[in-house]
């Protein structure tokens, strides 16, 4: 068979057709392996007369294919997973070749705290490069050393770093546990979801989805503060903290007392996490400073906490009211009625983050708060690699 080169139209760069690349598109648009290899061969042989093709040509013809001989469905997934990227192989440690995904390089860029259009930019700079200098195959480690490089000339040295501490930590073994915590409103959820997507985590866990297990498991009879919302437990105490009516202590002591019921279903999450090295995203209002000090021995993870926050008043009472909007379900009435106490337990979460040197980042977009997670992420890490060091 003739070599088949897909020229970049955004870039007039070429490099040969493989159908591992177009194989690895197939299957993550949901054919099986098997299949999606039978499937990218049928169409290099259908291309052995045409010696060059554009990439936007390349895909509207496995478009065509598809639409010929699959669902709709396996069309739509083909286009959301983006097609065939470029055609350079990586070698990893072992010696085995990978195909150099975009959606792969772009994760990894983006792990790292860069934003979105800064990870596109450096993955679009390597890429052409390697086209340049048709460059098919890389090792995984001159393909580091090409980004931490990209990265130092367009984005700076910290850039640059973060993105080699990242990489050194991935490929440890070791999970990373991120614990997320934060008062009604301040955007758990979504960030949660988010970092997820950024740094490949397939593994999440809300704490109010352990605690509707356990209200499931326990009548409230047996433990009414278990069955009030974080803001309210207080009105159900039958021992009141020492002070009386001071409404802040109520409050505080009936969110401590149910995050204290969390705390050990969480502490289970977490450690099995630990035992199989998988990382983990723990979110909810549950997740207080001191499940840190009650989990045990994680020393094989890296654990990362973070408090979320909202500083205005007004943003806090209009997202109480958004999700009143676009989720009911999440009984967003009682929220935004009782603002007042959430807007005073956020105070007290922030507090004890404070005192207990975590990290408060503040909420004011998603996407924002995000690369600051992630660059949070990243300089726990490498303040553990330099105590692993010494």
């Known amino acids: 068979m003739a070599k088949i080169f897909v020229t970049d139209t955004s ?11 177009l194989t690895r598109s197939l299957n993550e648009a949901g054919l099986p392996f098997e299949q999606a290899y039978e499937v990218a061969s049928e169409i290099r042989n259908r291309l052995d ?12 013809f496995v478009r065509e294919y598809l639409r010929e001989n699959f669902t709709d469905g396996v069309v739509e997934s083909y286009d959301a997973v983006g097609g065939p990227t470029a055609g350079v192989l990586v070698r990893d440690a072992h010696g085995e070749l990978h195909p150099l995904t975009r959606t792969e390089h772009l994760r990894c860029l ?25 460059r098919w195959e890389i090792s995984s480690k001159e393909l580091r050393a090409m980004t931490e490089e990209c990265l130092s000339a367009h984005f700076g040295p910290r850039a640059a770093e973060r993105y080699r501490v990242w990489m050194e930590f991935s490929n440890s073994g070791r999970p990373l546990i991120l614990l997320l915590g934060g008062t009604t409103g301040s955007g758990k959820s979504s960030v949660a979801t988010e970092l997820a997507h950024r740094l490949g985590i397939v ?23 278990l069955h009030r919302s974080s803001f309210d437990a207080w009105s159900v105490l039958t021992a009141k903290p020492e ?6 202590e109520l409050l505080a002591a009936g969110y401590l007392r149910q995050a204290e019921l969390l705390a050990v279903p969480c502490e289970a999450v977490i450690q099995r996490a630990v035992r199989e090295r998988v990382s983990l995203i723990l979110e909810g209002v549950h997740v207080h400073p001191t499940l840190i000090e009650s989990i045990g021995d994680v020393s094989d993870a890296v ?12 943003e806090l009472r209009s997202r109480l009211s958004g999700r009143l909007k676009e989720a009911p379900e ?12 959430i807007w005073r337990l956020q105070a007290y979460l922030l507090s004890e983050a404070d005192k207990a040197g975590i990290s408060i980042l503040i909420n004011e977009d998603k996407e924002t708060v995000t690369d600051l997670v992630l660059r949070t992420v990243v300089d726990v890490l490498a303040k553990s690699a330099r105590k692993d060091a010494d």
Not at 110 to 134: P, V
Not at 330 to 341: I, M, Q, T, W
């Open 11 to 21: 870039g007039g760069s070429s490099v040969p057709f493989l159908r591992g690349i």
């Open 49 to 60: 007369d045409s010696p060059k093709i554009t990439n936007d040509d390349l895909r509207s």
């Open 110 to 134: 983006a792990a790292c705290g860069l934003g979105e259009e800064q990870a596109r930019k450096a993955s679009s700079l390597i890429l052409d490069k390697l086209g340049t200098e048709q």
């Open 203 to 225: 593994r999440t866990q809300s704490t109010d989805m352990l605690r509707e297990v356990m209200r499931m498991l326990i009548p409230p009879r047996l433990l009414p503060v």
């Open 243 to 248: 002070g009386g009516d001071d409404q802040d």
């Open 303 to 314: 654990i990362v906490p973070v408090m979320l926050g909202v500083l205005k008043p007004e």
């Open 330 to 341: 999440r009984d967003g009435v009682a929220h935004l009625s009782n603002y007042e106490r």
